[in-house]
């Protein structure tokens, strides 16, 4: 399987997402930026998405 990548990060680092995690209280868009920090960080698809507990293809679409 193909590894996700991040084409363009907007300026943003695993370790920025992770403060703005913290932030966030929407519990979905907290899911959705930590998947995005994971697979930044190296992680594949389907371990992200294990992680965040949605399926690869979700993942997929919020890399996208």
């Known amino acids: 399987m193909k590894r996700l990548n991040i084409t363009h990060d907007h300026g943003w680092t695993p370790r920025t997402l992770r403060k ?3 932030k966030i209280k929407n519990a979905l868009l907290r899911q959705r930026v930590m998947a995005v920090r ?27």
Request: net charge neutral; hydrophobic share 35%.
């Open 20 to 22: 703005q995690e913290r």
């Open 38 to 64: 994971l697979v930044m960080e190296g992680y594949l698809g389907k371990e992200a998405a294990s992680m965040v507990n949605v399926c690869r293809q979700t993942v997929s679409h919020y890399v996208s």
